[in-house]
């Protein structure tokens, strides 16, 4: 029996909603800190990295309201840590992704390309005629596959390990089918492979290849999540790569995408408590003795668990408040 699956760990889940416990710790993961001495986005980072833990991380709604009241009476932009790569694109086998300002990486790329909408969140790139262009993953169209197995002795680089695929799919459908049939969406290293591919796919008709990339998918801290609070419309392509989010204005809390040499205040997070936080656990039934020491035990390491799964760093302490009378709960008053 795991430890998860004990007894004690199955009735504490069972009979203990700690509603109060975990809305407290919520609030109080990030402790957001507004600067107001305008910087850039790249001097605004090393700020707060220096002085605080970094820039602003915003993960929810709840954050949203707890970062536009760190700043009361501020009429403006502030920085905050999500930022776009937008020159790093990857290739769905794995291979060596290519960054389009470095010429020494292979690309292809028709004039005026890559300019999809950032606001689409993935672009793929498809073949025309030999050359690329970047538009949304979701379009159907056909596919070219790769096929890294060789029974029958072709060189690694040959045209008889190119497979165009007619039938029309979305690039993650036509990722699962290749990686299914095959090994894996065609990459592109060299002009030799996109002369091969460039001859499979039919004058004049568009075929997904293995490019792909995720827009503003990056936080400053290396956080990864998928809440997004853009302005309607947000974000354009061709605009800047740095965020700012609205602080007591018009469209309060939102998202806007700025050049990251514009300089704005901004906004830093903590995750080192200065203070002790006090939080008050109500139990709403139990048929259980909540002060078992065992049972106390299991519930804190579910607490911790907890306080890790929503982003809090290594460091942090937890410790039961103790009565005078060694309890740590006590029935409530229901006068």
């Known amino acids: 029996m795991s430890p ?11 009979s203990v909603l700690c509603v109060l416990l975990l809305s407290g710790l919520c609030s109080g993961l990030r402790h957001y800190v507004y600067v107001g001495e305008p910087k850039t986005r790249l001097e605004a980072k090393t700020f707060c990295r220096e002085k605080y833990t970094d820039l ?3 993960e929810n709604m709840e954050d949203v309201q707890r970062l536009m009241a760190a700043a009361p009476g501020l009429q403006g932009d502030v920085w905050i840590g999500l930022y776009d790569r937008s020159v790093r694109w990857f290739w769905s086998a794995g291979d060596p992704g290519l960054d389009t300002r470095d010429k020494t990486h292979f690309q292809m790329w028709r004039p005026g390309q890559p300019d999809a909408s950032r606001s689409l969140g993935n672009l793929c790139v ?4 030999g050359v690329w262009g970047d538009r949304q993953c979701s379009n159907q169209l056909p596919f070219v596959c790769y096929d890294k197995t060789n029974i029958h002795g072709f060189p690694d680089i040959s045209p008889e390990r190119y497979f165009y695929i007619r039938d029309f799919k979305s690039w993650p459908d036509a990722q699962a089918y290749c990686r299914l049939h095959h090994t894996d969406l065609a990459s592109v290293r060299n002009p030799t492979e996109n002369t091969m591919i460039g001859q499979l796919v039919p004058i004049g008709q568009l075929a997904f290849i293995g ?5 503003f998918s990056s936080w400053s801290d290396g956080t990864e999540s998928s809440f997004e609070n853009w302005i309607n419309g947000r974000p354009y392509s061709g605009t800047g790569n740095c965020v700012v989010s609205r602080i007591g204005a018009v469209n309060p809390g939102e998202w806007e995408e700025r050049p990251c040499s514009e300089r704005h205040p901004f906004m830093c997070y903590s995750t080192s408590l200065r203070h002790l936080v006090v939080i008050k656990v109500k139990v709403l039934k139990s048929t259980i003795s909540l002060n078992d020491p065992t049972v106390t035990d299991a519930i804190l390491n579910q607490i911790n668990a907890e306080m890790k799964k929503r982003g809090m760093k290594e460091g942090f302490k937890t410790a039961w408040i103790r009565k005078a009378d060694d309890k740590i709960f006590h029935e409530e008053d229901e006068n």
């Open 56 to 58: 602003a991380t915003v």
């Open 211 to 215: 490019l792909h990339r995720h827009t």
């Open 126 to 129: 498809s073949m025309w005629s």
């Open 4 to 14: 998860s699956d004990s007894p004690v760990n199955s009735g504490v889940r069972r």
